[in-house]
């Protein structure tokens, strides 16, 4: 089981940074393909970007390419959320989560199997 808590969330104005933090814990952190998620207040929980578990490959949508990067380091169990030139539709709880099906790089949140308890972001216009 891994357990995961997120970091690094905050106000911050539109063309601002934020890095975000998700540590978990375990010994088996290495062997989980991470993502991460967010939901903005009336709508359902959305992928943003994943990675795999050897950090080799990433998935991202269309609306974060150029702007966000998801990286892992595996001997800190830590993955991170760089997210650049942000705007105000950024707006929302940061979820990571882990999958442990490595096979498959998904961007269903059905398909991964821990979560963590989220951090708000926020951008103001």
């Known amino acids: 089981q891994v357990q995961l808590v997120e970091s690094g969330g905050g106000l911050v104005q539109a063309g601002g940074s934020l890095r975000l933090s998700c540590a978990a814990s375990?010994?088996?952190?290495?062997?989980?393909?991470m993502g991460w998620f967010r939901q903005a207040p009336g709508k359902e929980r959305a992928f943003v970007l994943s990675?795999?578990?050897?950090?080799?490959?990433?998935y991202y949508t269309d609306s974060v390419k150029g702007r966000f990067t998801i990286s892992r380091d595996n001997a800190k169990n830590t993955v991170y959320l760089q997210m650049n030139s942000l705007k105000p539709e950024d707006t929302a709880v940061y979820y990571c989560?882990?999958?442990?099906?490595?096979?498959?790089?998904?961007?269903?949140?059905?398909?991964?199997?821990?979560w963590g308890q989220g951090t708000q972001v926020t951008v103001s216009s």
């Open positions: 375990g010994r088996t952190f290495s062997m989980y393909n």
């Open positions: 989560a882990a999958d442990r099906d490595i096979l498959t790089l998904s961007n269903r949140p059905n398909d991964y199997d821990y």
């Open positions: 990675i795999s578990w050897r950090g080799g490959r990433t």
